[in-house]
């Protein structure tokens, strides 16, 4: 089992459409967690990071935790051609490791 | 502000040869770390540095090192290239808030190809 696990997509939307984005995790201790958004040959750039149980918003992007099932989620309103990309999922798993641990990342395609 | 800066943005190796990836972290940013990103993969923990102290090691062989210096810039260094070390090279610079609390900032990468 991978320790963090993100279906590689594509994931088709309409523009305009709610794109929601899901991650699992295996370890219980993560603490932290991240979405990174990577346009093709870009490095990846930062979104949201969430530590506490329920929905973070930030604008038109939503994280959601649940620590209890160990998942992740992010929500995209109003979904843009501009936000088609690779999304990557991020856990920082413990205080004392100080590494993150990615996804093979989600490939949202969002059509005009 | 001046985002984390990376050099060189390409380089191309041969097999066998000596490489060394350098990045400087965001302003008044006291760690850096490593990732090596393969195509269509996620990136790949390989080293973390805090105040000069290495505080994090990834699964990676001993031919792959890193330091940090006074200014908190670091490189990589990698020895004896593999075919399979072509990758993107992403470093990553964060401000420790507290324990558990860091978030991280990627640079433009360091492409590397090894023929």
């Known amino acids: 089992q991978k320790e963090v696990e993100q279906n590689s997509g594509p994931l088709s939307v309409p523009e305009g459409a709610i794109a929601s984005l899901n991650c699992t995790y295996s370890?219980?201790?993560?603490?932290?967690f991240f979405w990174y958004r990577q346009y093709s040959g870009k490095s990846p750039e930062l979104i949201m990071s969430i530590y506490s149980n329920g929905d973070k918003e930030d604008g038109r992007f939503t994280a959601q935790l649940n620590k209890a099932s160990q998942y992740v989620s992010l929500l995209i309103r109003d979904s843009q051609p501009s936000d088609s990309a690779t999304y990557l999922c991020a856990v920082n798993k413990d205080s004392g490791t100080y590494k993150y641990i990615f996804g093979t990342g989600t490939r949202l395609k969002v059509l005009a | 502000d001046a985002g984390v800066t990376q050099s060189p943005t390409h380089l191309i190796k041969t097999r066998g040869q000596q490489v060394t990836l350098r990045c400087s972290p965001i302003s008044g940013h006291k760690s850096v770390s490593w990732y090596q990103q393969v195509l269509g993969q996620g990136p790949q923990f390989i080293f973390q540095?805090?105040?000069?102290?290495?505080?994090g090691r990834g699964n990676f062989p001993d031919r792959f090192s890193a330091r940090q210096f006074p200014n908190y810039s670091s490189e990589l260094n990698v020895n004896a290239l593999l075919l399979g070390d072509s990758a993107l090279y992403l470093c990553?610079?964060?401000?420790?808030?507290?324990?558990?609390?860091?978030?991280?900032?990627f640079g433009p990468g360091t492409r590397l190809l090894v023929l």
């Open positions: 540095y805090y105040e000069k102290e290495e505080r």
């Open positions: 990553a610079s964060s401000f420790v808030r507290g324990v558990g609390v860091e978030t991280q900032y």
């Open positions: 370890d219980r201790v993560s603490q932290s």
